[in-house]
């Protein structure tokens, strides 16, 4: 199969149970159907681990901390899709 945007011949890789064709040429990804459910599904197993690993272990380690440290710690960013999605493509 050549890439839609510049005619490259597609490298065919499987990552993370996902199928994959990708340009070596301009770096394009490309997936067949039902393979971007299948990245969404990923993505919110990812999002139910994290939650997961969050409410129980991040919340008990730091329950004994004072309000400033709490403010701190409220304010991280959650890992967003596209970080998902950058890991799974590493």
Not at 69 to 87: A, I, P, R, T, V
Request: glycine share 6%.
């Amino acid at each position: 199969m050549h890439c839609p945007r510049c005619t490259e011949e597609l490298q065919e890789t499987t990552k993370s149970g996902v199928l994959v064709d990708a340009c070596p040429r301009c770096r394009g990804i490309w997936l067949d159907r039902g393979e971007l459910e299948k990245l969404m599904g990923k993505a919110r197993e990812y999002q139910q681990d994290y939650e997961h690993y969050y409410e129980k272990e991040h919340k008990d380690n730091y329950k004994h901390l004072d309000d400033h440290d709490n403010y701190h710690h409220k304010h991280h960013k959650k890992k967003g899709l596209l970080n998902m999605l950058e890991n799974l493509f590493d």
